[in-house]
T-cell receptor
Framework: AQTVTQSQPEMSVQEAETVTLSCTYDTSESNYYLFWYKQPPSRQMILVIRQEAYKQQNATENRFSVNFQKAAKSFSLKISDSQLGDTAMYFCALTGTASKLTFGTGTRLQVTL | DAGVIQSPRHEVTEMGQEVTLRCKPISGHNSLFWYRQTMMRGLELLIYFNNNVPIDDSGMPEDRFSAKMPNASFSTLKIQPSEPRDSAVYFC?????????????????FGNGTRLTVT
């Protein structure tokens, strides 16, 4: 069984500041993928970033980067230079060879002026 | 690419009625997923298909729920009869699954969801 835990229900950050969202997971598979999805109020699920477990290098996508600690089963998301448009629910997710994606409960991020 | 297309965007129905949700995956994707999102339970996987074949339907809550994928470009999720507790946002997602020496799964691409309200 796969589990994903997001322990921060809500977070707030000021515009232009940096924020880190936490995620831990558990899986018995050796090949797996980790993702962060963003869900703005429009309810669309948008892929932010992904990480292959076999890659040691942390993934980055513009202002978004991850800190992947495989031994600790930790996968945090760092958002630099936060923008108002980053306000959304953020979901951490995990998939293995079975394809199905298991989601955490989400972190609601509010970016303020 | 138009992305994953779901219809309708909103559905309001009375308890006991049949509800059919529709999904068109991204062309070329061979895996399709139905998720349900509620405040209480978050995002739950209901069922997923690979090459049009249901692989795992363990998340389907009851016999009132059924899903079909008659071809690679279309899937339906049906609830019959519907109940107020079925009210939720239902997402369809698709991905490309390739089997290689290291299993490759493209990220899931989600549709915009169908908000179902059962009164």
């Amino acid at each position: 069984a796969q589990t994903v835990t997001q322990s921060q229900p809500e977070m707030s950050v000021q515009e232009a500041e940096t924020v880190t969202l936490s995620c831990t997971y558990d899986t018995s598979e050796s090949n797996y993928y980790l993702f962060w999805y963003k869900q703005p109020p429009s309810r669309q699920m948008i892929l932010v970033i992904r990480q292959e477990a076999y890659k040691q290098q942390n993934a980055t996508e513009n202002r978004f980067s991850v800190n992947f600690q495989k031994a600790a089963k930790s996968f945090s998301l760092k958002i630099s230079d936060s923008q108002l448009g980053d306000t959304a629910m953020y979901f951490c997710a995990l998939t293995g060879t079975a394809s199905k994606l298991t989601f955490g409960t989400g972190t609601r991020l509010q970016v303020t002026l | 690419d138009a992305g994953v297309i779901q219809s309708p965007r909103h559905e309001v129905t009375e308890m006991g009625q049949e509800v059919t949700l529709r999904c068109k995956p991204i062309s070329g994707h061979n895996s399709l997923f139905w998720y349900r999102q509620t405040m209480m339970r978050g995002l739950e996987l209901l069922i997923y298909f690979n090459n049009n074949v249901p692989i795992d339907d363990s998340g389907m809550p009851e016999d009132r729920f059924s899903a079909k994928m008659p071809n690679a470009s279309f899937s339906t999720l049906k609830i019959q009869p519907s109940e107020p507790r079925d009210s939720a946002v239902y997402f369809c997602a698709s991905s490309l699954k390739r089997l290689t020496s290291r299993a490759y799964n493209s990220p899931l691409h989600f549709g915009n969801g169908t908000r179902l309200t059962v009164t």
